[in-house]
């Protein structure tokens, strides 16, 4: 059974650029939920991944949005990024959209310059 | 406004000194509470769900418990490879979705 994998590990962009993340969920999870944990704080909820479509959201702009495909792999975009943007952001995977435990993956560590 | 608040914000133990955690919580309905461990630069490793006032999970040096408005994880003997951070999160009962809110984490760093 694999466990949540996510790419790249590391990603640098330059201010105004778009970015793709993307994360595997674990074997037999069909839901996928992405978090930004900024340096020294616990992660912040952007939003849920259900069967393709978005199911519940944070407190994030539009500038953030994702996509999940059939096989429950899902996509984290960012559009027009800001300083504030750099973190760590994280994927986690859970076998059903509520009240299950969520496993996270390594996370991709963004650098906005 | 649900909210978490975890303190200490960093502990310095010495390996085999035993010690507590805290998770004050608000929460308009609380659907689960979660423990996680997460080493520098990677992601959160789950660790226990409490669901209910009373509940107490165990797992090798690690015991977790929960009452209405907080959860203690509990360190015993705690050895150098503890030394991470440990994040407490809830899942409100409002919407239908997985939603965790998550306190700032304690540091932990346990000394030989």
């Known amino acids: 059974e694999t466990g949540v994998t996510q790419s790249p590990t590391h990603l640098i962009k330059t201010r105004g650029q778009q970015v793709t993340l993307r994360c595997s969920s674990q074997?037999?999870?069909?839901?996928v939920s992405w978090y930004q944990q900024a340096l020294g704080q616990g992660p912040q909820f952007i939003f849920q991944?259900?069967?393709?479509?978005?199911?519940g959201r944070g407190n994030f702009p539009p500038r953030f949005s994702g996509l999940q495909f059939p096989n429950y792999s899902s996509e984290l975009n960012v559009n027009a990024l800001e300083l504030d943007d750099s973190a760590l952001y994280l994927c986690?995977?859970?076998?059903?959209?509520?009240?299950?435990?969520?496993?996270f993956g390594p996370g991709t560590r963004l650098l906005v310059l | 406004e649900d909210q978490v608040t975890q303190s200490p914000e960093a502990l310095r133990l010495q390996e085999g000194e035993s010690s507590s955690l805290n998770c004050s919580y608000t929460?308009?309905?609380?659907?689960?509470l979660f423990w996680y461990r997460q080493d520098p630069g990677k992601g959160p490793e789950f660790l226990f769900t409490?669901?209910?006032a009373g509940e107490e999970k165990e797992k090798e040096r690690l015991k977790a418990t929960l009452t209405k408005k907080e959860s203690f994880l509990h360190i015993t003997a705690p050895k150098p490879e503890d030394s991470a951070t440990y994040l407490c999160a809830v899942h409100p009962g409002s919407g239908g979705y997985n939603k965790l809110i998550f306190g700032a984490g304690t540091r932990l760093a346990v000394h030989p």
């Open positions: 409490l669901y209910s």
């Open positions: 986690a995977s859970s076998l059903e959209p509520n009240q299950e435990t969520q496993y």
């Open positions: 074997s037999g999870h069909n839901t």
């Open positions: 991944y259900y069967r393709e479509e978005e199911n």
């Open positions: 929460v308009s309905g609380l659907r689960g």
